[in-house]
């Protein structure tokens, strides 16, 4: 879901309105909701990008799909009905999810490991990260086998690489010199 000017300022304008209201953290489940159905089902997705599916059909089949959303989720579906900008609900969901965090003070880090982490690499991510950041953290756990051992983490425009496949590619230069 590429992110777009537009959805971003989509999610500013119902962060606004949901912070006005007090509900954001509700609104934020639904987004995450959202953006993780979008993203993990290609039917929906297709569907949602479809030219030739009317606006009206579209609209209603989110509400079907998410019947259970707020009714300021609710009132979003609606304005892209109205503005036939459904394309970029998966990217305005994400976006909203992103300026929630920061509104409330928490950075997500993104962790690359080989495999799926366990209790003892967790504490040891955690431990680097707190040496990185001051603020409240949401971990982001991605695997990527290519990079053999170790993590990657990527903190806003930071990134730090304790993977194996970094350690020998360093070695792989410094033998070639």
């Given at each position: 879901?590429?992110?777009?000017?537009?959805?971003?300022?989509?999610?500013?304008?119902?962060?606004?309105?949901?912070?006005?209201?007090?509900?954001?953290?509700?609104?934020?489940?639904?987004?995450?909701?959202?953006?993780?159905?979008?993203?993990?089902?290609?039917?929906?997705?297709?569907?949602?990008?479809?030219?030739?599916?009317?606006?009206?059909?579209?609209?209603?089949?989110?509400?079907?799909?998410?019947?259970?959303?707020?009714?300021?989720?609710?009132?979003?579906?609606?304005?892209?009905?109205?503005?036939?900008?459904?394309?970029?609900?998966?990217?305005?969901?994400?976006?909203?999810?992103?300026?929630?965090?920061?509104?409330?003070?928490?950075?997500?880090?993104?962790?690359?490991?080989?495999?799926p982490m366990d209790a003892a690499l967790e504490a040891k991510v955690l431990a680097?990260?707190?040496?990185?950041?001051?603020?409240?953290?949401?971990?982001?756990?991605?695997?990527?086998?290519?990079?053999?051992?170790?993590?990657?983490?990527?903190?806003?425009?930071?990134?730090?690489?304790?993977?194996?496949?970094?350690?020998?590619?360093?070695l792989k230069r410094e033998l070639s010199n």
């Open positions: 879901m590429a992110s777009t000017r537009a959805a971003i300022r989509y999610a500013k304008a119902i962060l606004d309105l949901a912070n006005s209201i007090g509900i954001a953290d509700v609104v934020n489940k639904d987004m995450k909701s959202i953006a993780s159905t979008i993203e993990g089902n290609l039917e929906l997705s297709t569907f949602i990008q479809n030219p030739t599916t009317t606006v009206d059909v579209k609209e209603s089949v989110l509400l079907e799909v998410f019947a259970d959303v707020n009714g300021v989720t609710k009132g979003l579906f609606h304005l892209l009905f109205e503005n036939k900008r459904f394309e970029i609900l998966g990217a305005i969901a994400q976006e909203y999810s992103k300026l929630f965090d920061v509104s409330i003070g928490v950075q997500v880090v993104k962790v690359t490991t080989a495999f680097k990260i707190a040496t990185l950041s001051d603020k409240k953290i949401t971990i982001e756990s991605n695997v990527d086998p290519s990079i053999i051992g170790g993590f990657i983490l990527r903190i806003g425009d930071q990134q730090y690489n304790a993977s194996v496949a970094n350690r020998l590619q360093g």
